[in-house]
Nanobody
């Protein structure tokens, strides 16, 4: 059993910043990829940023230069620093973990419950 807890969302004015955090706990041997997705009203869920176990990152074009993803492997936590926010960033943000429960397992997907980020213009 793996528990995932997100925090850090809320309401911010355009141009402002927010930092999202997401921690995994429970039956975890290791975590490979960690990521953040988002889903705006009426739109499909999209990948915002991801980070591999060795720290390689990639971002959707719309957030490059504004968002930074990072991870703390010891704490099994992923972060998303969001700067220069605009109204198009308004969405529910979901964290994602690719978890190996034991060293013999294939990876399993675990998701956060979703956290609202609202940017007022």
């Amino acid at each position: 059993q793996v528990h995932v807890m997100e925090s850090g969302g809320g309401l911010v004015q355009a141009g402002g910043s927010l930092r999202l955090s997401c921690a995994a706990s429970g039956n975890i041997f290791s975590i490979s990829t960690m990521a953040w997705y988002r889903q705006a009203p009426g739109k499909q869920r999209e990948l915002v940023a991801r980070i591999t176990s060795i720290g390689n990152t990639d971002y959707v074009d719309s957030v490059k230069g504004r968002f930074t993803i990072s991870r703390d492997n010891a704490e099994k936590t992923v972060f998303l620093q969001m700067n220069s926010l605009n109204a198009e960033d308004t969405a529910v943000y979901y964290c994602y973990f690719d978890v190996l429960n034991t060293k013999y397992d294939w990876g399993r997907d675990y998701w956060g419950q979703g956290i609202q980020v609202t940017v007022s213009s």
